[in-house]
């Protein structure tokens, strides 16, 4: 089984363990029961020590660059010295060239960094050569990490490239059904159908928002979420854990989102952080995110810190679920703001659900429905609004007054 990045069970492993045994080999073809192979890996793959008691010459797994010893010393000739030639020659450090043998943090962090050039399909071929019990995609997965070699710089790219992709990818079908005649019928607001100028005016400043506010804080995302506890590791949580997590931070993010959101309608906050999100009266997909960089960072926090917190409080989380989460979210956000109102739209099965006529109904009076995705803190608060909600609200006001 494959487990995260942790450099302090490294450390507690290398204190615990005979340097004069970790920083020598024995000559070429000589048997010894003396742990020989020590393999550093990141991400996905295991970044504890691997000790065989197999010398190096017949270990499977000499000829993986990742796997080959840091700590060969030098003047140690074996049969693979031809191999190993190039990779000392592109950057390779030994442990030995540190100052001593017992080395310092710094040489272990750098011994763990990967100094290959290896393509993306060589690391999936070797992972799935050793790791037959893995899954395709789980495969993919570590091969990802196991190629960038850099957790940070491989998430925060899989990350952003994933955020970029479902959200204009989300958004492209409901700006072809923009242009369907035969569908305006469910339009919620058939009078008002997005012009090509309005829309690309919009996904230019989404797309300001998305590299100057979203970029910087997908990048830190990583070493803060790890920090926590977060999982890069393969294999993948149960669909059953995914799902019972996922829903927990809907319920979360709504919340979140419900009395964030109302803030913003105050006067001050309004006018000058919420309304350029109002500029749209008559929402379409693509507006999810057209709002000003302070309104994507307070919103987004529920979005980001629901699963952190989480992580933080039970040490059970995979970023597999946290992907599958903004997945969702996006999806969600994006036909929220689609201005269309299907007989199979989620809401007229899930009566809860807010859906797109909720959200719409908020840009076109510019007050009530707060929430994102339920419906319950606006109908417990009664901040409810629409044609709908103003009748109950006549109806509980006459029935007080002739109670009365």
């Not at 030994?94 to 060589?122: K, V």
């Not at 790791?131 to 960038?148: D, R």
Request: proline share 6%.
């Amino acid at each position: 089984m494959f487990v995260p990045g942790n450099f302090h069970m490294l450390m507690n492993t290398f204190s615990n363990t005979n340097t004069n045994t970790l920083t020598s080999l024995p000559p070429s073809g000589e048997q010894s029961d003396l742990p020989l192979c020590v393999c550093f890996t990141t991400g996905a793959l295991p970044s504890t020590i691997c000790l065989s008691h197999t010398p190096w010459t017949s270990c499977k797994l000499r000829h993986h660059p990742r796997h080959r010893p840091p700590q060969l010393a030098q003047g140690i000739t074996h049969d693979d010295d031809e191999e190993d030639e190039e990779p000392r020659r592109s950057g390779t450090r030994t442990l030995t060239d540190t100052h001593s043998n017992n080395a310092t943090y710094t040489s272990l962090a750098d011994a763990m960094l990967p100094h290959t050039q290896n393509t993306y399909w060589h690391e999936f071929s070797e992972i799935s050569r050793y790791n037959v019990q893995l899954n395709y995609f789980e495969k993919l997965w570590a091969a990802w990490y196991a190629f960038m070699g850099n957790d940070v710089l491989a998430t925060g790219i899989m990350s952003f490239l994933m955020h970029e992709t479902v959200y204009f990818g989300r958004s492209l079908p409901w700006m072809l059904v923009d242009r369907i005649p035969a569908l305006n019928k469910y339009k919620i607001q058939s009078h008002k159908v997005p012009s090509a100028k309005e829309q690309w005016d919009c996904a230019k400043l989404v797309l300001l928002s998305h590299f100057t506010v979203e970029l910087p804080q997908i990048w830190l995302f990583h070493p803060m979420a790890q920090y926590f506890g977060l999982a890069t590791s393969v294999p993948f949580p149960s669909i059953l854990t995914m799902a019972y997590q996922i829903a927990i931070f809907f319920v979360l993010e709504d919340t979140w989102h419900y009395w964030m959101h109302r803030a913003l309608h105050w006067g001050p906050l309004y006018k000058n952080i919420h309304k350029i999100h109002h500029q749209y009266s008559a929402p379409f997909g693509l507006a999810a995110e057209y709002a000003s960089p302070i309104e994507v960072m307070i919103l987004g926090l529920g979005t980001i810190f629901a699963p952190i917190l989480w992580c933080a409080l039970t040490k059970n989380l995979h970023i597999l679920t946290m992907y599958i989460w903004i997945v969702l979210r996006l999806c969600q956000a994006i036909d929220a703001h689609s201005g269309y109102d299907f007989p199979y739209s989620l809401h007229q099965f899930l009566p809860f659900w807010a859906g797109a006529d909720h959200h719409d109904t908020h840009h076109e009076k510019f007050i009530g429905n707060y929430s994102s995705s339920f419906r319950w803190w606006d109908y417990a608060l009664d901040t409810e609004s629409g044609a709908e909600a103003a009748k109950r609200r006549r109806e509980r006001k006459a029935a007080r007054a002739k109670a009365a």
